[in-house]
């Protein structure tokens, strides 16, 4: 299996600001992911990363609000901009390299003020 | 769009009951994966199912891939105190690019000493 690591694990940040979260995997891998996981509730994509070219969103999440970068085949980053309340959530970085069995990172915890 | 109907949403047990969740959808998978997530960590791959009818077992894990492939069970035989957390299926499609994950709600599950 793939080790994800993510950084930060958490974060309090004021509405407003961006914050950009980093997902490095110790494998080359085929697709990556990002999901946001709202308090008590499952895992939403917000887009596949796509190496060397726009990531791919999904219905409701839009690049201006999660620009997203996978500049090779071990890293990405996902920024939360303009950050609101709303926006408080665990974000996971999800990675898939053989079949399509897909790992998890730890999450990155984010609290917007 | 594609649904996943995951139940039970919550389960109380004794220490030493065997547990029995499931997922069903109107779609069709190919791919069936059971993840679990303990509280402030990313969810991590407890089975994977790739063929229909496929029965797979992990220590006291089985799960199953529905022959219709639209649904999944998983099982836990003699639950102890650490398999307390959140249960999730996840059904896996073909999708522009790739494929697509499709989470359930989720299955709470707490187990008394």
């Known amino acids: 299996s793939a080790v994800i690591s993510q950084k930060p694990s958490r974060d309090i940040c004021q509405r407003g600001t961006s914050l950009t979260i980093q997902c490095q995997v110790d494998?080359?891998?085929?697709?990556m992911f990002w999901y946001r996981q709202q308090p008590g509730q499952s895992l939403t994509l917000i887009a596949t990363?796509?190496?060397?070219?726009?990531?791919?969103?999904e219905s409701g999440f839009v690049i201006d609000k999660f620009p997203i970068s996978r500049p090779n085949l071990t890293f990405s980053t996902l920024t939360v901009s303009n950050m609101s309340p709303e926006d408080s959530s665990i974000y996971l970085c999800?990675?898939?390299?053989?079949?399509?069995?897909?790992?998890f990172g730890p999450g990155t915890r984010l609290l917007v003020l | 769009g594609q649904q996943l109907n995951q139940s039970p949403q919550s389960m109380f047990i004794q220490e030493g009951e065997d547990v029995s969740m499931n997922c069903t959808s109107s779609?069709?998978?190919?791919?069936w994966l059971w993840y679990k997530q303990d509280p402030g960590e990313g969810p991590v791959l407890l089975i994977a199912?790739?063929?229909?009818?496929e029965l797979t077992s992990n220590g006291r894990l089985t799960a199953q891939f529905g022959i219709t492939r639209k649904d999944s069970f998983l099982n836990i035989s003699a639950s102890i105190p650490s398999d307390v957390g959140i249960y999730f299926c996840?059904?896996?499609?073909?999708?522009?690019?790739?494929?697509?994950?499709?989470f359930g709600a989720g299955t709470r599950l707490f187990v008394k000493a």
């Open positions: 990363a796509n190496q060397g070219s726009e990531a791919t969103y």
């Open positions: 996840a059904g896996q499609l073909p999708n522009t690019g790739g494929f697509k994950t499709i």
């Open positions: 779609s069709i998978f190919n791919t």
């Open positions: 999800s990675v898939a390299a053989i079949q399509e069995t897909q790992y």
């Open positions: 199912l790739y063929k229909a009818g």
């Open positions: 494998s080359q891998v085929t697709m």
